[in-house]
Structure formats: structure tokens, C-alpha cells
């Protein structure tokens, strides 16, 4: 989401004359855009404040704003633990930016703007194109949470579920396809639990499925992240129907244990964790499955994670994401006693070397097989392009032909831990722009 972020404010202050650069000491203003999920986030963010002070040692300041989940989390404190800092911008007022930079450019005045805005935001954008121009683009539909897993800070930082209308999701998307995405990616921090009511009907996250399905410029579709909870009917039958749809769903579990579950305030049980995959296979029998894993969570016992190798031997994740339990400050389980430290280093090490394997075997098994993927962009100074295929594995083939968003047929021959490499079956070239 800050990927989409990042370019949305980019396209705001174009309004105003800045364009990026690649060039970092040319920069008139630095914009930190931040994350809160992983462990010592606050501590990063200073860490690189420190290295822009270093750069520029012996030049005029640039203008230095943080925004994101970190400044949410941190406002005014920020401002005065580091003077270099001139704003902090929340998530949900990044709108504002604009009007930000040209106060601190006038005024020379520190700026704290971390309301929650979210529909005067997204009202703001809306009047603004979405310039971006990737292959493989994302695209916001829903921001925020309710559920409030104990663990997570994102009810704190992003602020209650909020979902954008359907109608402007549709034409931002066709602004996508026509910048020339062939893929979207629907991203939201509950993304199954979009729901936009108007007038006429309630939309779910199915409906803007169906209705991208529809678009013949578009070849895939993709939405992260799930919740278990919000994978109701229709949303599978959007699988069931819509060839467009990839065959895989990151699907968070955290845990393989019901009591964990409970005790994180996950709101679902492994019971009906299985009923889901189940479900999901019945409609469509090629779909693959990844997760996120917290290890160690304050009262896991060996029998709980016991449960969750048990759970892991059972779906086959690929490509997923598992850390160490570490507290976030201002959370309920911020206040329970954790695991010892080794046990859940020990724990997570076990944990890893399974999904290791299991990732190891899913990529085997594509050897000498042809799969469909997506090239996304010419590798940096080789004859080479890199792609996706349908299970998001990264593909890599050597070309001298441009492949840049074009669908296309490759033989595998090869593989590693990040990707798989093939070679390109040149009679099966599709051209995604047909
Ligand atoms: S559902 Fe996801 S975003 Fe919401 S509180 Fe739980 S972990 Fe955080």
C-alpha cells in the first residue's frame, strides 16, 4: 500500500512543480513514506533521517517530511525529538501535501496533519489522474480495520475500515489500463472486507472483481490482504467465474492454533480456516495458498506450534511470511508476558526450514513444464526480463526481444530460492496489447 501511496504523492505534488529524481543530493525534498508492521520501524525511520543529514553536511537543507504509519504512530513526538524533521503527514491526510510543502516552503513552520481524512482524501485524489504506468500496477480500494487482532497496529495508524466507491475504483482502474497495466492488484489492509453502499446496492470486493474481469485490456487480477472472516460466497464464486483471477490467495493465519487464535482476537477458528481452503479448491482445484505466520505469540505453548507445522503440512503455503512475535507498542498483547526469546528463535528456524522446503518443491515442480507469465520489465543492463507467473513466482528469461507486457509461454529450466528461469516458447507469444 505504500508503493500506491508513494505514487499517489507523487502525482499531488507534481501539481505544485516537483517531479522525482534519482538523483538524491539534487532533492529540494525528501519524503520518508513509512511503515509500522515490522519490528523497530521508528528506529529505521531516524536511521535513514540520519543519513539524509549526512548527505547534505555541506548543502543547503532539503525540506524533510515523514509520513505514513510511523509519523501516525509518533506525530508531534517526532517533531521534537528531531529538529531536521519539517512535517509529519499521517496516512490518511497525505491529501494534503500539496498545500503542506508550500506552508513549510513559506511559513518555514513545522507541520503535524495526522487526522484521520480518509474520505476527504480519497475525494482529492479522485480529481487527480493516477499516472502511474506499471505493468503490474496496485490499486487502493479499502483502507483501515476493525477487527483488532491484539497484536496489530493498523486499527491505531490507518483508522477504521473505509471503503472507496466503486465507480471511482472502476475508473482509476481503466486510468491503469490505459497508462498500460495489464495486471491490478486490489490492495487494501482488509481487502475481502470491502463493501461500498449506494443507493442502488451494496458492492463487495466480487463485484469489482467481475467488473475488472470484464475489461478485455486487462489480463489478471489480483487482491491482498485477506482476512479468513471476509471470504464469503460470492467472493468465491468470483473464483469459481473469473478466469482473470489468479489462482492464488495470500491468506493470513498467524496461528494453526484455535487457542492462539482466540487469544490474538482473530475472530476464527482453524475449523473454519479449512472449510475456506477447502471451499476455495472445490471451485477452483489449481489454487495455491500463502500466509503470514507469528511465531511465538505470548502463551504459545509447543502444542500450539505443533498445530501450526501440522497446519502448514496440510495447505502447502507458498511464499510466505513468518517473524518472531515482537511487541508494538500500544497493543493489548504489548502487555503480555512473551515467549522466551530462544524458544521462539528455536521455533521459528523449525517453522522456516518447513515452508523453505515446501517453497523449494512448488518451484521444482514447474521444471521442464511451460507456465504463463507476465513480463513486467527489462532487466537492468542484461538481455534479460523479469515476469510473474500466475502463483506470483518471479521468472526470468534471457530475451532479445522486448517482452515488456507481453503474456507469454515459458519453458522452465531452471530454478533457485527467489525465482525460476526459463526459456521463452516463441510460437506461444501473446500480445497482451491485442
Ligand atoms: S485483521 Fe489484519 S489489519 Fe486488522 S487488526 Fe488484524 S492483523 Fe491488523
Not at 525534498?29 to 519490528?39: A, D, G, K, P, Q
Not at 523497530?40 to 531516524?46: M, P, R
Not at 505493468?135 to 475500515?161: A, H, M, N
Not at 526469546?341 to 522446503?357: D, F, G, P, S, T
Request: glycine share 4%; net charge positive.
Amino acid at each position: 500500500m505504500n508503493e500506491y501511496d508513494s505514487n499517489r504523492i507523487l502525482d499531488l505534488v507534481k501539481t505544485i512543480g516537483y517531479v522525482a529524481t534519482d538523483n538524491s543530493l539534487e532533492a529540494d525534498c525528501y519524503v520518508l513514506n513509512t511503515c509500522h508492521i515490522r519490528e523497530k520501524a521508528t528506529d529505521k525511520v531516524y536511521h535513514d533521517i540520519g543519513r539524509v543529514k549526512k548527505e547534505f553536511r555541506n548543502k543547503k537543507k532539503p525540506m524533510l517530511i515523514v509520513m505514513g504509519c510511523v509519523a501516525q504512530a509518533e506525530n508531534q513526538e517526532m517533531l521534537k525529538r528531531e529538529k531536521y524533521i519539517d512535517g509529519v503527514v499521517g496516512p490518511q491526510s497525505y491529501h494534503q501535501i500539496p498545500n503542506i510543502i508550500k506552508k513549510i516552503e513559506n511559513d518555514k513552520s513545522k507541520i503535524n496533519s495526522t487526522d484521520f481524512e480518509v474520505i476527504e482524501k480519497f475525494d482529492s485524489l479522485n480529481l487527480i489522474k493516477n499516472s502511474n504506468s506499471k505493468i503490474s500496477s496496485y490499486l487502493t480500494i479499502q483502507e483501515g480495520c476493525d477487527k483488532f487482532c491484539k497484536f496489530c497496529v493498523v486499527p491505531y495508524t490507518r483508522g477504521p475500515e473505509f471503503s472507496r466507491s466503486f465507480d471511482e475504483i472502476i475508473n482509476e482502474s481503466k486510468q491503469l489500463i490505459a497508462n498500460g497495466a495489464k495486471e491490478i492488484t486490489l490492495l487494501g489492509q482488509n481487502v475481502n472486507a470491502y463493501k461500498y453502499k449506494n443507493h442502488t446496492k451494496i458492492y463487495r470486493l466480487s463485484d469489482l472483481i467481475f467488473k475488472l474481469n470484464s475489461i478485455k485490456k486487462l489480463k489478471r487480477i489480483r487482491y491482498t490482504t485477506s482476512h479468513p472472516r471476509d471470504v464469503t460466497e460470492d467472493l468465491i464464486e468470483a473464483h469459481k467465474k473469473c478466469e482473470k483471477l489468479m489462482p492464488i490467495l495470500h491468506l493470513p493465519v498467524q496461528s494453526g492454533s484455535s487457542r492462539i487464535l482466540k487469544a490474538m482476537n482473530r475472530n476464527h477458528n482453524i475449523k473454519e480456516y479449512h472449510n475456506i481452503i477447502a471451499n476455495l479448491k472445490q471451485v477452483k482445484p489449481n489454487i495455491k495458498f500463502s500466509s503470514d505466520f507469528i511465531i511465538g505469540y505470548p502463551g504459545e505453548t509447543e502444542s500450539d506450534f505443533q498445530d501450526t507445522l501440522k497446519l502448514i503440512a496440510k495447505i502447502q503455503f507458498i511464499n510466505s511470511y513468518s517473524f518472531i512475535y515482537s511487541p508494538r507498542p500500544g497493543t493489548p498483547a504489548s502487555e503480555l508476558t512473551n515467549v522466551e526469546k530462544e524458544v521462539a528463535k528455536k521455533r521459528l528456524i523449525k517453522l522456516q526450514n518447513v515452508l523453505e522446503k515446501i517453497n523449494k518443491q512448488s518451484k521444482k515442480s514447474f521444471l521442464n513444464k511451460s507456465t504463463e507469465v507476465l513480463f513486467e520489465n527489462k532487466m537492468k543492463n542484461q538481455d534479460k526480463y523479469f515476469g510473474r507467473d500466475k502463483f506470483l513466482n518471479s521468472v526470468v528469461v534471457e530475451s532479445k526481444q522486448d517482452l515488456t507486457g507481453l503474456l507469454v509461454n515459458v519453458k522452465i529450466n531452471n530454478f533457485n530460492h527467489n525465482s525460476l528461469f526459463g526459456e521463452i516458447i516463441v510460437d506461444k507469444i501473446k500480445d497482451c496489447a491485442a
